[in-house]
């Protein structure tokens, strides 16, 4: 790996962080139905971390991208 490739996106990866993205745009209304109903039966700190859950899937794509761009795509 060299200096240069360092921290750079490669295309297929930017790509595919755009069709992941797409996917949990699509499914933030069925799975933010699914969990209100859940979280309004469940106690407090489950229905925290049930609401906290999407929040917690678009951390994770931003660091999935960022591991991937400081391998350089190796």
Do not use: K
């Amino acid at each position: 790996m060299t200096r240069r490739s360092r921290g750079q996106v490669n295309i297929s990866d930017a790509l595919l962080s755009v069709l992941v993205l797409i996917a949990l745009v699509a499914l933030i209304p069925p799975l933010n139905t699914f969990l209100n109903m859940i979280a309004s039966s469940a106690d407090p700190l489950t229905a925290t971390v049930l609401q906290l859950f999407i929040p917690f899937l678009f951390i994770a794509l931003l660091i999935t991208i960022g591991v991937s761009a400081r391998g350089g795509g190796a």
